[in-house]
């Protein structure tokens, strides 16, 4: 779902605001306290109707570490939106070099011999064969974040 399917006349203003956790977040909780604080962060910078925070990270399962992605939209009012992407497992290999604390982007880049792969398809475009791209599971992580507000009857 596009916001302008939604919302024909939305302008969408990025801006860069800080998470308030780590650079590798390393749970959902740590992911959804970031992409709060970044939403919170982006509405109080732009004045806009809605706030949209992005975090992507970690977590720990017993079937090994899996790549997610949360978004959390926010009005003035205090409503919160939550959503979350699909999760991908990280090889082992890449999975121990988080544990020992890099950041995933830049392992990444390693892994493939290219930089800012996180600009591009991101880990998951990588470890899909490009059959997912980071863009798109954030996609649809926003629109699952934008449920209580283009279908307040239901929250």
């Known amino acids: 779902m596009k916001v302008d399917q939604q ?10 605001v800080p998470s308030g956790v780590s650079d590798m977040p390393m749970s959902d909780a740590e992911c959804i306290e970031g992409a709060k604080n970044r939403a919170m962060a982006s509405l109080q910078a732009t004045g806009a109707d809605l706030g949209v925070g992005l975090e992507g990270g970690v977590m720990f399962m017993p079937e090994g570490m899996m790549l997610v992605g949360w978004v959390a939209i926010v009005d003035g009012d ?5 959503g979350s992407s699909a999760r991908i ?3 082992e290999f890449i999975a121990q070099r988080v544990r020992d604390g890099e950041e995933l982007g830049p392992v990444m880049d390693t892994v493939v011999n290219e930089t800012n792969t996180k600009h591009r398809g991101g880990a998951s475009g990588i470890l899909s064969a490009g059959l997912t791209k980071r863009s798109e ?10 449920s209580p507000f283009v279908a307040p009857q239901f929250y």
């Open 7 to 16: 919302w024909p006349n939305c302008e969408l203003v990025p801006v860069s």
């Open 78 to 82: 205090g409503r919160v939106g939550l």
């Open 89 to 91: 497992p990280l090889p």
């Open 137 to 146: 599971s954030f996609a649809t992580a926003v629109a699952y974040a934008l």
